[in-house]
């Protein structure tokens, strides 16, 4: 017979066949030291680096291999990491990255993501110390907003997520509960209301919640573009007249094309003029309300039903972390509670707490998306965050200021925020409007500095979104520079 010692060495040596920790934790040591350091050279020396450059197939091929049956060394897959896929990103850490409206991230968002992976907890609910984490981020959002203590929130995937989640809310809010069952009827006939400018993703959340995309009216915008008011105003009351029932009314706060601001405390005065739900699209830019000089920006954002913002974004934090906060929580768990006998509570014990994300949102399964974004703000504290804001304002201004001084370049658009449109037109004002995609492109390629393509009244425009921390006045002065070297080619003027 075994000896319970013998026993306990058989049953040690089962779990090593089948547990995936190593063997080896000293050697695992040394090799998780040296991915850190790699990942810190290689931040530490971005500037030094094209922003962008185009993988070749070599590498590409490596990614269409057979699927791994045996065990590989941790170090050998971790080389193919550092040669084939960290050379080769999108570029939106660089200093250079100017494409799409996307933060940079930070060495301490990177570390904490590392220990939120070690934890591996799943936020859906139950008692434990992320679950409270989560709820000090909804503490403090509702305190920089200036949101009521009924106030209620949750991390989502980005705001394309958290406005999706709103329509439902506000659906839900205005129909009454039991439209969760029931479905919408043919006599509800809702209709809502956003600029033209609105980001693709509220659109997209009309038809995800079965509404449609042709229930949300896409009203003009003025000169600053922003929502116009009283055309607003005057397709409320056609609806109205028309038989059809106005429930949503949505505001920018920081369109995604040029960065406009819309007048949201008239939007919230429109909304309590007709009852209906006002959510805020804050994605670009509601956290500037962390900069004391951008922040009168954004007043009225205060008034708002809900408000979908991304903390992965101005807020510097590694994605995902996107954000809906909610004036009264309430709302949030009405849309989604629902009883399974799975997820059964108790007064006490693991299957305790008096707050579970499920809630009050849609997922089940969820990342500590939190842990990263209270790292960020206790590390760096909303008023370096802020100032960091405000950088990229300044930046944007000065280039609109080179813009507008340089014949060769024209302004296309007032600057709200951090977004600069503008186009390349020649020194005699006659250059092809298709010269700009080709800039863009060629821009892309050189690697120093990287803006986007996106058009304005049917004009191509390069578009500089300036959002990264570490960008600098000496990459502004690259991007004109490049765009003015590359316009000025012949070979472009014959595009």
Not at 36 to 56: R, S
Request: proline share 5%; hydrophobic share 40%; with cysteine.
């Amino acid at each position: 017979m075994f000896s319970l010692q013998e026993a306990g060495r058989v049953a040690d040596d089962r779990h090593q066949r089948t547990s995936l920790d190593p063997d080896d934790w000293q050697a695992l040591r040394k090799q998780g030291h040296q991915m850190l350091d790699d990942m810190f050279d290689h931040l530490q020396t971005l500037a030094a680096k094209p922003v962008w450059q185009p993988a070749p197939s070599s590498g590409r091929a490596l990614f269409d291999a057979p699927l791994p049956v045996e065990a590989s060394d941790l170090e050998d897959v971790h080389a193919i990491f550092r040669d084939n896929i960290l050379p080769y990103g999108s570029g939106n850490i660089h200093p250079g990255f100017m494409g799409w409206v996307q933060g940079g991230g930070t060495v301490t968002g990177m570390l904490a993501e590392m220990l939120a992976g070690g934890l591996n907890a799943n936020l859906g609910g139950r008692d434990h110390m992320p679950i409270e984490v989560e709820r000090q981020i909804i503490r403090w959002t509702r305190q920089i907003f200036s949101f009521p203590d009924t106030a209620g929130g949750i991390f989502l995937t980005g705001a394309s997520q958290a406005n999706f989640v709103a329509v439902q809310l506000a659906r839900c809010r205005k129909l009454g509960v039991d439209v969760r069952a029931t479905g919408l009827s043919d006599e509800a006939r809702l209709v809502a209301y956003a600029s033209r400018e609105v980001h693709g993703c509220v659109p997209r959340a009309f038809e995800m919640s079965g509404i449609g995309s042709d229930q949300l009216r896409r009203i003009p915008v003025n000169s600053a573009g922003q929502i116009d008011i009283e055309a607003l105003e005057q397709a409320i009351l056609r609806d109205r007249q028309d038989g059809h029932r106005p429930f949503l009314v949505i505001g920018s706060a920081g369109t995604v094309n040029t960065g406009a601001v819309d007048d949201l405390a008239a939007l919230r005065g429109i909304a309590d003029r007709y009852d209906l739900h006002f959510h805020v699209d804050g994605a670009l830019g509601a956290l500037g309300i962390l900069s004391e000089d951008l922040a009168d920006l954004f007043a009225g954002i205060e008034t708002c039903d809900s408000l979908a913002f991304d903390f992965h974004k101005w807020g510097q934090v590694p994605y995902d972390a996107g954000f809906l906060l909610v004036r009264d929580s309430e709302w949030q768990r009405q849309t989604f509670a629902s009883e399974a006998a799975y997820l059964s509570r108790a007064a006490t014990g693991l299957a305790g707490g008096d707050w579970w994300p499920c809630d009050y949102g849609p997922d089940l399964s969820r990342g500590f998306r939190a842990l990263k974004t209270w790292f960020t703000l206790k590390t760096y504290g909303i008023k370096a965050l802020g100032n960091a804001m405000n950088a990229n304002c300044m930046l944007a201004r000065d280039l609109a200021r080179k813009v507008e001084r340089e014949p060769a370049l024209k302004l296309l658009s007032p600057v709200a925020l951090n977004i600069v449109c503008f186009a390349y037109v020649g020194p005699d004002g006659k250059a092809p409007p298709a010269i700009n995609a080709d800039i863009v492109e060629r821009l892309h390629a050189e690697g120093r500095v990287a803006p986007s393509l996106t058009h304005l009244n049917g004009q191509p425009a390069i578009r500089a979104a300036i959002v990264n921390h570490r960008t600098r006045q000496a990459d502004i002065d690259a991007l004109v520079q490049g765009i003015l070297t590359l316009g000025s080619r012949q070979d472009l003027r014959q595009c």
